[in-house]
């Protein structure tokens, strides 16, 4: 589950890390209430979409308005955050369509000396959370990955131990810093990686991490994202979703109880087990067609599922055919058969149906589908189901 910058920060904050002074704003005279009440000579505006790069992102209407700018007084403050708001930001993240603007964060500018980069995440092949630092702040730090790695410096951390103060030691050695910034580095750093792992997150990141010129180590940015997984130790941070900023057909899966993922092909795909999900994906590329999402329906999926299943495909205008592939393990065959047919009466099939069926009671399953009266193209095994609906889809 991914949140807002200024949702980010408010938990730092209570964490006891430095941020910035700031107030989320949903109108542009919110904007210039906010200016107002923080004091500051200079404040930023900033976007608050679930993506990065927004400081260089522009306006989809206005390819002058920055997602990010500074301002120098309320009218300013006002002026753009009505220039953001309610409008479609694009940055290297969200693709051409952008995302629309719904909140801006009016923060109080600070003081930079210098630019740095942190982030957390969890290494799986050491099988524990890892502090990156750079010295390469603000910048895209996947370049920096790319073109000069080692400017990159890791630290590995136990969960239960949390960062030491030794390897705070190193790392402002690594990245130049010194005196009183020490104390503040220990205090950020380690609270960062502590926070990381009470809250299970997925990924922490500050791009960038100043150092202030009074030497404090100042979080001007937020990324923080949470394991779903573990979101039921965590019933206060469910509240800090924002579903405007997913995709409207993955939300409805998720709430039927649906693994599911948009894609942008087009050749639905209905199956159970992630694994085989996976397999059919990559079944149908081989063949030359292009999938147009990952729906994995589970092995208990029951009717009410599956026909919400083929609302969901069925709904995007992309799909020119559909493929169900069904392993009958837990799940009967019978059971998908009718759950398919069942579903046709309620929605009706408006593009080609693939249905390939193996496993417990499978011959009865095949059966009913042959007998219903409903134009659906059985296949006998993989190969020959990627081949039909590819096939399908390309005569749709």
Not at 69 to 90: G, I, K, N
Not at 91 to 104: A, C, H, L, S, W
Not at 256 to 281: D, F, H, K, P, R
Request: glycine share 10%; with cysteine; aromatic share 4%.
């Amino acid at each position: 589950m991914k949140i807002h910058e200024f949702q980010g920060k408010e938990l730092f904050r209570k964490a006891g890390i430095a941020v910035p002074a700031g107030i989320a704003a949903r109108s542009p005279d919110e904007a210039a209430a906010a200016f107002d009440q923080l004091g500051a000579p200079v404040a930023v505006v900033k976007a608050q979409i679930h993506a990065g790069g927004r400081g260089k992102g522009t306006i989809k209407d206005n390819p002058q308005q920055r997602g990010v700018q500074l301002v120098r007084s309320r009218d300013e403050a006002r002026q753009v955050a009505a220039a953001l708001l309610d409008r479609e930001l694009v940055t290297v993240q969200t693709g051409p369509d952008g995302k629309k603007v719904q909140r801006v964060l009016v923060e109080a500018g600070c003081d930079i000396e210098r630019e740095l980069y942190l982030g957390i995440i969890v290494d799986r092949a050491a099988g524990l959370p890892v502090l990156m630092a750079s010295t390469e702040g603000g910048v895209n730090i996947e370049e920096v990955a790319a073109k000069t790695p080692h400017l990159i410096h890791m630290e590995h951390f136990h969960p239960s131990e949390g960062l030491q103060p030794f390897q705070v030691g190193k790392l402002c050695y690594r990245l130049g810093i010194k005196g009183d910034s020490v104390r503040s580095a220990h205090k950020l750093m380690r609270g960062l990686c502590k926070l990381f792992v009470e809250l299970d997150c997925s990924i922490v990141e500050v791009n960038p991490l100043v150092v202030t010129k009074q030497g404090e180590l100042l979080a001007l940015d937020a990324k923080v994202n949470f394991d779903d997984n573990a979101l039921f130790r965590h019933k206060d941070l469910l509240e800090l979703r924002d579903l405007a900023e997913e995709d409207p057909a993955e939300v409805r899966a998720a709430a039927a109880g649906l693994s599911y993922v948009q894609l942008e092909g087009t050749i639905g795909c209905l199956v159970n087990g992630a694994g085989l999900a996976m397999s059919t994906m990559d079944i149908i590329k081989l063949h030359g067609g292009q999938p147009s999402n990952f729906l994995d329906v589970g092995g208990g999926a029951n009717t009410e599922q599956v026909t919400e299943a083929f609302r969901i495909l069925l709904g995007d205008k992309n799909v020119k055919a559909v493929l169900v592939n069904i392993f009958g393990g837990i799940m009967r065959c019978t059971t998908i058969a009718n759950a398919i047919l069942e579903a046709y009466k309620q929605v009706g099939f408006n593009v080609p149906l693939v249905v390939r069926l193996e496993g417990t009671e499978v011959q009865e399953g095949r059966n009913i589908l042959a007998n219903s009266g409903v134009n659906i193209i059985n296949a006998e095994g993989l190969t020959d189901a990627a081949r039909k609906v590819v096939a399908a889809a390309n005569a749709a």
